[in-house]
């Protein structure tokens, strides 16, 4: 069957594979559904198409976040089992439906075809595309976890800092009379923006899928010597399965680090375009422009991709639980600033935000490694899809606690900094829980363990080698390898660019 050639036994690669091109794979998928981030460009739009509340708009967000992590938790295995490329065709499927569908309730003015379509549909594309790559980046980089991870996830943070300027230009296509000092275009010009973005993602996510391999039982990278790994405290050479890891005290310590961690950055990020408006306003007027709120967007998502990146690279130096001392610690202090001192300058607030969401995406891209650091490398990509239940948790309660607090504060576009502080004192409490929990974090105990001969037969099946062709050798893999990076490297450069000359204009 043509269905066969996304099996996993037919991606494991042949010796000679280059694994540098693993990264522009994941990040193939990864840029595409970190769109998720970037709804507050559009999210006015739909308040007024719907004539409905923040709060209400604010559902797609959270059932889209929900079903990431329960579909991430649901099929983990799965995607561990049956591969990355399976995984990833699969994500690419149901993401750009879900857009198809959403398009569809808006024209019609059905918003539960939008919660269906973008939050449902959509939500289950999020969270298989966003672990299939994982759990592979760690195989083919285990001298380098932190990184490997960093190099995936940074282009989920990175995937707004895309969506927001290229939104907004769309919608000025599609809409005559789009108007630009608001962001609020009509209903019929979100639709056709939906449709757009859908039928781009299926391309590129595909693109990545095609791409994706295995790497063979017993490969590693030249001069890596295993026995290396053990070099700091909650670093294990054993291995835990997915099942048992759920009965560990570790995980749901490691569960409420991330919930805080997520609660309080998707706080910000949910709200990010009106936040900065209405931090600056005077009466009923603005200081800072929609174009430079669409701007601001896309500041906050190239530190989310910039945090991803850098703290868990650097991670792999200073250790999983002290990188995540600072992004509790450090971030609750900024929180409390923001609260209270963040009108002052909008450069004080966007400096102050963009920490605070390098941290939110370095948490994002770290935990991977926290994992196979106190679980080993067996069934990461599952546990790892059911730790991300935290994240659903948090989608529902970080645009909960903002949205309910500031519809009780007044209306939208009558809002100031002084409605939003009880919303953000109460993250700094949110953060001080998860940096409890963090220092709580000790080893896994051994009767955790698996025995050494299952983990061993497990993974020999899991990888067995393949007789189809495809796999290409490191020479031979250089115009691949070159087009792989162009391919995610274009659209990245273009959101860099225009992040670039639209925050100039809040400074």
């Known amino acids: ?208 899928a095609w791409l994706i391999r295995v790497p063979a039982d017993g490969w590693k990278p030249a001069g890596f010597d295993p026995s290396t790994v053990k070099t700091k405290a909650l670093v294990t050479t054993d291995n835990v399965s997915a099942d048992n890891a759920v009965k560990t005290r570790q995980f749901w310590l490691l569960w409420v680090v991330l919930f805080c961690n997520v609660t309080a950055g998707i706080g910000i990020l949910e709200q990010a375009s009106p936040m900065i408006q209405d931090f600056f306003r005077d009466g009923s007027t603005s200081t800072v422009t929609a174009a430079s709120a669409a701007g601001f967007v896309g500041l906050l998502s190239l530190f989310n991709l910039a945090g991803r990146f850098i703290w868990s690279s650097t991670s792999d130096i200073v250790g999983r639980k002290n990188i995540y001392v600072m992004y509790l610690g450090v971030g609750l202090i900024l929180y409390a600033i923001l609260a209270t001192k963040g009108s002052t300058s909008t450069t004080l607030f966007a400096l102050l935000a963009g920490v605070i969401l390098s941290f939110y995406g370095g948490g994002f891209a770290t935990v991977p490694a926290y994992l196979r650091d106190l679980f080993g490398t067996f069934q990461v990509g599952a546990i790892h899809g059911r730790l991300l239940t935290a994240w659903s948790a948090a989608g529902v309660a970080g645009p909960l606690i903002v949205n309910s607090i500031l519809d009780a504060q007044g209306e939208p576009g009558k809002l100031n900094a002084g409605d939003y502080r009880p919303a953000l004192l109460t993250m700094v409490a949110i953060l001080a829980v998860g940096f409890v929990a963090n220092l709580l974090i000790r080893p896994v105990a051994d009767r955790f363990h698996e025995p050494r001969n299952k983990e061993n037969q497990v993974a020999t099946e899991a990888a067995a080698p393949s007789s189809q062709d495809g796999d290409v050798a490191v020479k031979a893999s250089v115009p691949l390898l070159v087009i792989a990076w162009v391919v995610v490297a274009v659209p990245l450069v273009y959101g860099i660019y225009e992040t670039v000359v639209k925050a100039a204009d809040l400074f």
Do not use: E
Not at 69 to 83: H, P, R
Not at 123 to 144: A, E, Q
Not at 147 to 158: H, Q, R, V
């Open 1 to 208: 069957m043509a269905l066969a050639v996304l099996d996993r036994r037919h991606t494991v690669a042949k010796p000679g594979f280059n694994r540098w091109l693993i990264p522009p794979a994941a990040l193939a998928v990864h840029l595409c559904i970190g769109q998720v981030y970037a709804t507050s460009v559009y999210k006015a739009s739909l308040v007024q198409h719907f004539d409905s509340s923040l709060t209400k708009i604010g559902i797609i967000f959270s059932i889209a976040i929900v079903m990431l992590g329960l579909s991430a938790a649901i099929f983990g295995t799965w995607v561990d089992s049956g591969g990355p490329r399976r995984a990833m065709a699969t994500a690419a499927l149901f993401w750009s439906g879900g857009f198809m569908i959403g398009s569809l309730g808006i024209a019609t003015d059905q918003l539960w075809l939008v919660y269906f379509g973008y939050g449902f549909i959509g939500g289950i594309g999020l969270g298989i595309g966003y672990i299939s790559p994982v759990s592979t980046l760690i195989k083919w980089f285990p001298d380098r976890p932190g990184l490997a991870t960093g190099m995936a996830i940074m282009g989920f943070g990175g995937g707004a800092m895309i969506a927001s300027p290229l939104s907004s230009k769309l919608l000025g296509i599609y809409d005559d009379n789009y108007d630009t000092a608001t962001g609020i275009a009509s209903g019929s010009a979100v639709a056709k923006l939906f449709v757009t973005l859908g039928l781009v993602y299926l391309v590129l996510m595909l693109f990545g």
